[in-house]
């Protein structure tokens, strides 16, 4: 699939190889997100080990402009074994979609995602997933318009990607649980509780025990000890992993607009006296740890809270407190146990993604069941 190319004029689409690691790093970083706070993914210094987490098959696609040799767009497309429909299948994530400002009016974009269905077709996956954040006003006019030959960007409703400050928390123990750290010997109950959970919402990344073991791949930089367990008698039921990623993908700000900036001094001010997290400076590098592949039982709240205090009894013993990530559905029961906490919430629509002969899958796909998306992963 490497050896796919379109030509067009002076601009060269392709699947970017190893050697184009240093070009893609430059690029990423002239190129952060929309918005009054803009924010950039750095995954240096190997762009393509960082990309080991969005997919088993992974396919940056980058578009060079032949008299400079420079790039001047990209994005990415990724497959994985997620579950939909109560069973797994491969499903597809579109990440990472850049242009310089120069070329954001021509119709790059529409060669581009011409390009894409090249690709399209020699994948496994009929839909993709996606999200754009909704203060992106004018990528979400251009790619929800269904002009110039783009897929179907259907509307899946609201994401919301919490920032929560580790610390002292007023979340309640409930009695009779215990926690823990995971051990290799606890892999096979670990994988049951996931996969039967999972099978209740929609888009969730399917995992074995191969993954949970390898030092490399969708759970890079993540050990089993980074697990942590609740249990009730025993039996497991509610466990998250608590990444950290800064080894090979970091998030910063690169600029705030200048209204902002003006609210982000005021809020600083507060959250030195309250629970809430502070806004980071311009190129900091934020200290996060994603709560991946939550799992609670049942969608037990109780269970969900006390897994929450221990963890966050845990890291109070850790200075400065780092911040802690999670992306909720508007619809999962869960989100509301977040929101009872100071976090900063970051709010970005959820789209599946399809190509026209793909219209049946994404009216197969039962809306009952909980959009969920790993934002660790993306």
């Given at each position: ?168 928390n007023t979340w309640k123990a409930k009695n ?203």
């Amino acid at each position: 699939m490497n050896d796919e190319i379109l030509n067009i004029g002076k601009l060269t689409f392709k699947i970017a190889s190893h050697e184009d690691n240093s070009k893609i790093i430059k690029f990423l970083k002239m190129c952060p997100s929309h918005g009054h706070m803009q924010i950039a993914l750095d995954r240096g210094p190997h762009f393509f080990e960082a990309m080991e987490v969005e997919g088993l098959i992974n396919l940056p696609v980058i578009c060079i402009d032949s008299t400079t040799s420079q790039i001047v767009s990209m994005g990415s497309i990724s497959e994985k074994k997620c579950f939909l429909n109560n069973c797994e299948h491969p499903i597809g994530y579109l990440s990472s979609l850049r242009s310089l400002p120069e070329v954001q009016r021509s119709t790059l974009l529409a060669r581009g995602y011409q390009f894409f269905y090249q690709i399209h077709r020699k994948l496994e996956c009929k839909i993709y997933v996606t999200t754009i954040l909704e203060d992106n006003y004018n990528a979400i006019k251009v790619l929800t318009s269904r002009k110039a030959g783009l897929p179907a960007y259907n509307d899946w409703g609201r994401i919301h990607t919490l920032m929560v400050k580790i610390g002292k928390n007023t979340w309640k123990a409930k009695n009779g649980l215990t926690y823990e750290r995971a051990k290799i010997e606890d892999i096979p109950d670990i994988l049951n509780l996931i996969k039967s959970e999972s099978q209740k919402r929609q888009f969730v990344t399917s995992y074995s025990e191969d993954h949970l073991i390898s030092k490399t791949g969708l759970l890079r930089g993540l050990d089993v000890g980074d697990i942590r367990l609740l249990r009730s008698n025993g039996k497991i039921v509610a466990l998250t992993g608590i990444w950290n990623q800064n080894a090979f993908r970091r998030w910063h700000v690169v600029r705030y607009s200048s209204s902002f900036m003006f609210l982000k001094m005021i809020w600083n001010q507060y959250a030195k006296i309250s629970r809430y997290p502070r806004f980071p400076d311009e190129a900091e590098i934020i200290d996060y740890r994603f709560l991946s592949f939550l799992t609670i039982l049942n969608n037990n709240v109780d269970y969900l809270e006390t897994l929450l205090f221990y963890i966050w009894k845990e890291f109070n013993l850790k200075r400065p407190n780092p911040l802690a990530m999670i992306a909720l559905h508007e619809k999962d029961p869960l989100l509301k146990v977040f929101q009872k906490y100071p976090s900063y919430d970051l709010k970005s629509r959820l789209y599946v993604v399809n190509w026209p002969k793909d219209q049946q899958a994404v009216a197969d796909i039962k809306r009952e069941l909980i959009p969920t998306i790993e934002i660790a992963s993306m």
